[in-house]
């Protein structure tokens, strides 16, 4: 090496020696480490001939592990689907006692109405109908969720028929514990 280039990079010239050494033993030393390391996979390859293992070349596909299982699988499946339905066939009583009512029998009076009157002694008197229900607003409600609880749909004639009946001047300012009365009949 030149001595320009040995002061730049800061390599001492006993340090150039020494590596210069060192390729030498390398060199040297190559071709036997080679040799050494051929005749230990030499001594390993007999020593695994002599061991006796062989390669077992008879291993079966996947696809054969596959169908056996889908088939076995489903063999199954039948045994314990038939199984269940012989236990639930066993244990449902059959009650042959019962038997499906007879239809009357058909008359020439039969397409006409008959009315019956009812005995005086049985009557009772009926309750009045109310024709309003009474609500109490809830967390939560507003007008339009209260009329579609007791009408099923929302329509502005509902609205008005429940803030007639409650006298509101805001059907929106409703306030919780709040009655309200609903208006059933004669709304459509």
């Known amino acids: ?11 001492t010239r006993e340090k150039v020696a020494m590596m210069e050494a060192l390729n030498r033993y390398n060199r040297e030393h190559q071709n036997e480490d080679f040799y050494r390391t051929q005749s230990k996979n030499r001594e390993l390859d007999a020593l695994w001939q002599s061991f006796g293992v062989k390669q077992q070349r008879n291993e079966k596909a996947p696809q054969v592990y596959f169908v056996t ?5 489903v063999i199954i499946t039948l045994i314990i689907t038939t199984f269940v339905s012989l236990l639930i066939n066993i244990s449902t009583p059959k009650d042959d006692s019962i038997v499906a009512p007879k239809a009357p029998a058909v008359t020439k009076d039969s397409g006409k109405f008959r009315f019956i009157p009812a005995d005086s002694a049985s009557k009772k008197p009926a309750a009045p109908l109310s024709l309003n229900e009474e609500y109490t607003v809830k967390e939560g ?13 929302f329509d502005m004639n509902k609205v008005t028929a429940i803030q007639e009946a409650n006298k509101m001047a805001n059907p929106n300012a409703l306030s919780i514990g709040q009655k309200l009365i609903i208006p059933i009949k004669g709304i459509n």
């Open 141 to 153: 409600d507003t007008l339009e969720s209260i009329i579609i609880r007791f009408y099923g749909t």
């Open 69 to 73: 299982g889908l088939v076995a699988g």
């Open 1 to 11: 090496m030149k001595s320009t280039t040995l002061r730049r990079s800061n390599i």
